[in-house]
């Protein structure tokens, strides 16, 4: 019977194959729903002009009045308020740029490239009267196009716009699959494979599919610590993979923990510094996103995330060296617990900023080493790791 | 005649094959000096208590009094006035704290571990008597030590203390070997199998070795002209490595990029925008280093390296569009060609920023983008290489 029993299990030692046949068709879908989501958009607008209408688009208001937190989906939502751009004679050069950049990234899916947002500004300068003439008026029609295209399911990086900077670094028990985008062959990044350096997240990820057996995904704050649990492969002894933030994550890290950890079930742990900077910016913003760009939240926000550490108790029963809080961090902390709905809508939150305020100190990451330098890989995480369920939301 | 010539030419496609042993030879024989330098220190201070003197320790004065721009060298270096601590009841404290962090350091090298500054201020917490009350304590300490062994050829690193932050990325020909920090063995890193991601440069770089055939290091300023030249694979066409610095070079990207164009006799070219702080800050950093840390720089700036562009001269020959330079970019010019020996010594790169302060105007490197968004890769870098002799110096 026990025999029959392990037989019938599937070998958790082995992650699903992904075939590369399979990377291609996900991709080759994705392109099409983007280039027919434009063209009927561009449609629309020409069936308007040939019925001698005016044409308009209409574009989510991208403001905080337009954003509510859902506690069921667990991020900061758009709301349903639009704004109407028809066209007449005074929005003639702002709606033929909204045009233009739609084309622009159609070429881009078809062509299978991408640009930046300075990239776009500088094409449009062979635009004639289209052109743009600062690169804020190009930003502000890519912004309003993504949130067009956002309420549809489509995202910038789906359109090719691509962010300046790349993302994070990766390492541990994770294979990466990325098409070429010339040859279509797909290659595989091990990323156990990078000695004591790692995989850099490049700035588009929505090409990327995965194969991994990990049964978590370690989001880190510091350098430092990503350095030592990758140079002492702490994912191999805990089976999961390290991501390294480096503060805020960037667009391009938050895609990737999201993607990664939607299509692979995976949970996500954050770990950062114990204080009101660490929790209400880093931790909450991988997790719920921000309210000023609710339309991106859909995609770049990690609802799944939990906080593992490091714990206002943790610095009382690690006795932690600690910082003294400063009059910043104690008012970000007070504005979290008054104004944000995230924290608001979570108690053991509430209580957990009310008692860092109270002990008036922060502790950051590295402290653990006051303990010895891998106090942190032999005890603190381990022990931490036995009991996710205790894990602040 | 003409094919036992060519039978007789090495093969140009095979990189000189470092082997597993001499990679880990190499780290055997750093570790080695590394410790016998702590030792042959730590004994000095021993004797002399044992022969009732009062032990000193004279580390090189970290000041900008103390430097000077070698032409010949190519960078700013550390000069020979020396301040010695004694031995007495005033100092006994940060004498004891030297001694202790030089002791640290030692373990890390026995141990193969590493602390960044963070780590080793924490660690302090256990050293009673001799623990720091502050971070900036034991930064300034570790300043000390890291001059002290500068002057003997080991750097930071070598000692085992890294920075928090991890270098940039890099694509393109070349092979990293990295020694396993537990079993020895040599990962081999293929930097042409990344997809459209990168290799992420670790935060200490001292224990690589490379086997290239690459013609050139190629350092780019932004992230999304990196993005795009690694995604159209331009190391394949033009046969070379791709090294992304995001602004300013990190202490790793800048260590990662000397030490390779070192070891493999490559030529590095900067690739910024033509404002002056990418030439006076991100290339002078990358180039001659910085004034303030001229014990650093013997390791990590990178003298071979020249400017490829964007220049003032492509501003008015590709038409590139501008934007003002604001004060502070006129300012840093005025002060660069005012007190800068660097700037100082080069007559061509006096006419350069002159004649940008004339033309009043800055240029991003991404504004190529305006004849194509490939015109970068088509047509400016081929033209450009095709004369490195033209390079600014």
Redesign the interface.
Known sequence: MAARKKAAKPDAKKPAKVTDNKVIARNEELNRTTVELIKSTALGVHKEIAAHKKPDLAFPVRSLGNVKYSLDRGYFEIGRQKKTRTLTVNTVKSFAQTLRMMGLSKDLVESN????K??AY??S??WEEARFDEQTESDAVMDDIEALFSVRGVNREQLRF?????GG?VAGNLI?L?????TGVV?R?DCT????????????VE??SFETDAKFILAIE???V???L????FWQTSNCILV?M?GVPTRATRRFVRKLSDECKLPVYAFVDCDPYGISNIYRTLKVGSGNAAHLNQFFCVPQARYLGVTPDDIREYQL?THPLLDVDVKRAKDALKNDPFFKSHKPWQKALEDLVRMGVRA?Q?????WG??YVIEEYLPRKLANPAKFLP
């Open positions: 490239d991408f640009a930046t300075r990239d500088y094409q300068k062979n691509i962010p300046d900077e790349h670094a990466v990325d098409p070429d985008r010339d290659e990044i494979r990078f000695g004591s350096g790692a995989y850099s997240i490049p700035s588009s090409q990327l510091t350098g430092g990503f350095q030592r990758q140079s002492h492969k390294s480096a060296p950051e590295q402290a653990l080493a006051k330098l891998n």
